[in-house]
């Protein structure tokens, strides 16, 4: 094939002088590869003059061995044989720029993650494919140029996405660290699933009540532009700048400032409430779980933030009486549109925490199918005082008071049968617990029964208010249920379950059941993360960048992760990761610029035809075909090129040079492979 | 009119031995809605799987490839009418086609009789056959009505080795299916939901054969459920709960003293009755409680 030529090279290098240093990692890699036959291995490599070997590379002295070779040994490039780069590459490249390289002039074997842990039980295997690694390793260094990061300028804002607990704490943070932050909620208040609650626990605080101040200091933020009803439409660009649409549902209502923009002095909505009284339609209220009414005009409950009225386009029969009813203010508008509002931003949060999992689906406990069987989103709203049924529990088949209450806990979660859910819910316990609690409290001579299979009470105060519960009176039973039968006449239930601490079945007919669903990640979330790139695990919660050391990032640079979108968190937790989210976002903010990889494709403008196919096939529109001395050719924005080489990989003419993954240095790793040291 | 569809009918036990009239109910009725039911010879024991599959896996699934290799010798689909024979010979079937090394296994038993299960075939129930709109669908059935079963309210028992295990059947749900209600109200009978509607009858997983009052404890529950629920007559798709419901009364007069004189039947049975069979084609004289009083009130 035709050689390529870096255009970035212009003088010959100089030959080649490169170290290898395998690492132990204690005995995570010399436990199952013989380090020794690597090194001697290593010593026979074409351009190979030093070769060391350290129990731990990362560790400091094991970078001075890095830093010391390269000045006095004259080094062109290093390897290093360890674990896989995703963790240490950016310690070794540190350790070769110290010892006086450019940092791109360090290339990793992973012997460790790709090798030693899966060969564990095949010494020879795994030393043989250890050498490999380090072959081929070598070849790439071999071809290795000096790279220079670029930086970009940082836009002085932020986005965050969800205005539930997490999302507000974040906004608040980035808000109050002086970052103009935009936040975005599709529903037309903010304060989302932890407004629904009745209390928290282990406190048995008032949900509302500690929520309520953080909506009001939202709403007042300065720094906050809140957008309810509001969706992302679509992203553009790269950390630093994000240029992002977000859809503004069209409302019906115009707040006082849109009003005013209209020329309407004085107008607007105040949440006086005069509209909906005079509304024909009646729809159930999604906030009270469908448990109470709300009018085609409505708001989900007294304290939303911001107080401005919502149209249901659904349902709203365009009658007017609305219009009507609300005067001078002229805060209804029915022929609103829908409107598309463009930001950009330096970087994002996405906060769109979760939806509880459709629990009939588990049949056997005839949740939709018997009246009393309920979930427990359901039961915060009616135990709750500013619930449907002003906080009094009664039962949906007849409004009694339920006097025996069983609990399913795990509902959907820990769920081998394919039906539910294999992962913890986390908070299920806990709300449970505080559930049983709830109703001994209010209904004198009540009795929860608990059936759980763990009580998971692992937070700070928690396992104390489990055995307060316990001697409150709770019933628990280990055991999972089995079957729930209605009785036809009375609607009681009879529950049916293994008591396994007893070794027997059971069976006890109880009023009321309550099911601790499962959560899973919204549907609006896995839409959300494919604009913004963002990866999801298996079981569709949102991938963080390192599930220990770096749980607020994601592998898009710029956009980071908090609450329970990325997994199931109890408010503490979601608390904790939005402040943990909204500092990590605020830091490219505040230096004001970032350094971006140098991974970026080039043209080499002499070959390139301008046939323009690579542009059509470019990701992320980072390339363009530009006018250049009387010829078409192709050009990068290299900060939107995130290096995939799918350009690279496509050209006809050989005309795109990809940096650090060069055709020469990728069939340099190919023939060290296929045709071993020989090359 | 589309030329009938073959089914090898795999007969089982309990319905010929016991039941003869719902063995004869099953061939002449789906006659009559395009199932042409052609016996399937030299088939052996299902075999029964709690008595078989308890102790010996291997042999269950050999005794059952081997009657399922009859079929696919005929280059017919197997169509039973009994839950513990679907539980086998479905199952079997299923776990085969799916499972390379077991079907290794049994093949090299089944060499030593020069055969070999190829999985070509599929397995139904006759229930199966007459819900599927593709098939029979409960359009056609209403439509074969001569005779509508008026004022009569049933309770239908699903049986559980139909549903069961639910990864291993398409059946739909297991906890409150309503597809055998919709046959049985095709025939012009109403149906009842009761409490604790997918209990099992008692007899199954060898319990009847192990401890005959905990088995009739079960049933005496179920037939309480359906009693006050208003039924006057129970519907099944497996000969072996026709038996325990049927029989099962006698004992439990005998041991509880309790009498319920409740009719039960197969779905073929019924199904026979609305199309105008009578009753002695039926053979429903050999039904452990008597039927008259039933048909009477709805012939």
Redesign the interface.
């Known amino acids: 094939m035709a050689e390529a030529v870096s255009p970035t090279t212009s003088e010959k290098p100089k030959a080649p002088r490169i170290g290898v240093y395998v690492c132990h990692c204690g005995t995570n890699i010399a436990g199952s590869i013989d380090i020794n036959a690597v090194k001697e291995y290593a010593k026979t490599l074409p351009n190979v003059a030093v070769v060391d070997d350290y129990q731990y590379m990362c560790s400091t002295p094991g970078q001075g061995k890095i830093e010391t070779a390269i000045k006095e040994q004259g080094l062109t490039g290093i390897v290093v044989a360890a674990c896989s780069p995703r963790l240490h590459e950016p310690t070794f490249r540190t350790a070769t720029k110290e010892g006086g390289l450019n940092p791109f002039r360090f290339e990793m074997a992973n012997i460790r993650e790709q090798n030693s842990w899966v060969h564990m039980h095949d010494q020879a295997g795994a030393t043989e494919k250890a050498k490999d690694a380090v072959r081929i390793a070598v070849a790439k260094a071999t071809l290795l140029e000096d790279l220079y990061p670029k930086t970009v300028p940082v836009e002085h804002a932020a986005m965050v996405v969800g205005a539930g607990v997490a999302g507000m704490q974040a906004a608040l943070d980035l808000a109050n660290s002086g970052i103009k932050t935009y936040l975005i909620e599709k529903a037309p208040t903010i304060g989302g699933r932890m407004s629904q609650l009745d209390k928290t626990f282990p406190t048995l605080d008032c949900s509302q009540c500690i929520l309520t101040p953080k909506m009001v200091d939202v709403g007042r933020s300065e720094n906050i532009v809140l957008m309810v009803n509001a969706e992302v439409e679509e992203v553009q660009g790269y950390i630093g700048n994000f240029d992002v649409t977000i859809r503004r549902k069209a409302t019906g209502v115009l707040s006082p400032k849109e009003a005013e923009a209209r020329g309407i002095v004085g107008g607007g909505c105040t949440g006086c409430g005069d509209c909906a009284p005079v509304c024909p339609v009646t729809k159930p209220n999604i906030f009270e779980m469908g448990m109470a009414p709300r009018k085609a005009i409505y708001i989900y409950h007294p304290q939303v933030v911001p107080l401005l009225y919502t149209i249901d386009w659904d349902a709203c029969v365009k009658c007017g009486l609305c219009v009507e009813a609300c005067g001078t203010k002229q805060a209804i508008d029915l022929e609103m549109k829908d409107e598309l509002v463009q930001v950009k931003v330096g970087t994002v949060i996405l906060a769109t925490g979760y939806e509880v999992f459709p629990i009939e689906n588990k049949?056997?406990w005839?949740y939709k199918?018997y009246e009393n069987v309920i979930s427990s989103l359901e039961f915060e709203r009616l135990i709750c005082a500013s619930g449907p049924t002003g906080g009094h529990l009664v039962r949906p088949s007849d409004g009694a008071t339920p006097k025996r209450i069983a609990f399913v806990l795990c509902a959907g979660s820990r769920d081998s049968?394919?039906v539910g859910k294999a992962y913890c819910s986390r908070f299920c316990c806990m709300y449970s617990l505080k559930h049983a609690h709830q109703i001994m409290e209010k209904i004198p001579g009540a009795v929860p029964y608990i059936f759980y299979m763990d009580i998971r009470s692992f937070g700070k105060a928690y396992e104390e208010f489990y055995y307060r519960i316990q001697d409150e009176g709770a019933k628990f039973i280990r055991g999972r249920v089995s079957?729930i039968?209605?009785?036809?006449d009375t609607k009681n239930l009879?529950v049916y379950a293994e008591d396994t601490l007893l070794g027997r079945p059971m069976e006890i007919e109880v009023d009321m059941v309550v099911l601790a669903a499962a959560v899973q990640p919204t549907e609006l979330t896995n839409k959300t993360r494919k604009l913004f790139g963002v990866s999801c695990s298996q079981d569709g919660w949102l991938l963080e960048a390192h599930p220990k050391l770096n749980p607020c990032g994601t592998t898009t640079a710029g956009v980071f992760v908090a609450g329970a979108c990325q997994s199931p968190k109890d408010i503490p937790d979601s608390v904790a990761s939005a402040e943990g989210a909204a500092s990590a976002a605020s830091i490219p903010i505040h230096r004001g610029e970032v350094e971006l990889e140098p991974y970026y494709a080039m043209c080499v403008e002499d070959k390139c035809a301008g046939c323009g196919m690579c542009v059509n096939l470019c990701p992320y529109s980072a390339l363009a075909l530009v006018e250049k001395d009387g010829r078409t050719v192709m050009q990068v924005t290299e900060a939107k090129c995130k290096g995939c080489g799918t350009c690279g990989g496509f050209c006809p003419g050989g005309a795109i040079w990809m940096n650090h993954f060069a055709t020469p240095q990728i069939v340099a790793q190919i023939d060290a492979f296929l045709l071993g040291g020989e090359q | 009119m589309n030329a009938d569809r073959k089914y090898a009918f795999y007969l089982g036990c309990i319905a010929p031995n016991r039941y003869p009239g719902s063995e004869a109910a099953s061939i002449r009725t789906s006659k009559k809605l395009g199932i042409d039911l052609v016996p399937l010879e030299g088939a052996s024991c299902c075999p029964a799987p709690g008595a078989f599959g308890s102790i010996d896996l291997n042999v269950w699934y050999a005794m059952a490839a081997r009657n399922i290799v009859l079929a696919e010798q005929k280059g017919l689909d197997i169509a039973l009418v009994c839950n513990g024979c679907y539980k086998s010979i479905y199952e079997v079937n299923h776990k085969l086609k799916h499972d390379k090394a077991l079907r290794e296994g049994v093949n090299e038993v089944l060499k030593e009789i020069d055969m070999e299960f190829k999985g070509t075939i599929d397995v139904w129930h006759l229930g199966e056959l007459l819900y599927d709109p593709e098939i029979v669908g409960v359009e056609k059935i209403r439509e074969s009505v001569k005779v509508p079963l008026k004022g009569v309210k049933i309770a239908v028992h699903y049986g559980c080795h139909l549903l069961k295990p639910k990864k291993e059947r398409h059946l739909g749900s297991t906890e409150n299916p309503m597809w055998v209600e919709e046959l049985v109200e095709a025939l012009g009978a109403e149906t009842v939901q009761y409490r604790n509607k997918m209990q099992c009858c008692g007899a199954g997983g060898g319990v009847r054969g192990y401890d005959l009052a905990h088995a009739l404890d079960i049933t005496n529950e179920k037939l309480t459920n359906m009693v006050e629920a208003g039924a006057e007559a129970v519907v099944d798709l497996c000969p072996f709960c026709q038996l325990q419901f049927d029989r099962g009364q006698i004992e439990i007069e005998e041991k509880f003293g309790i009498k319920y004189d409740m009719p039960v039947f197969h779905y073929a049975e019924l199904l026979g009755l609305a199309q105008g069979m009578n009753p002695s084609e039926l053979a429903l004289d050999l039904h452990a409680i008597n039927t008259e009083p039933f048909l009477k009130k709805v012939l």
């Open positions: 049949e056997e005839g199918r049968t394919g079957n039968q209605e009785d036809p009879r």
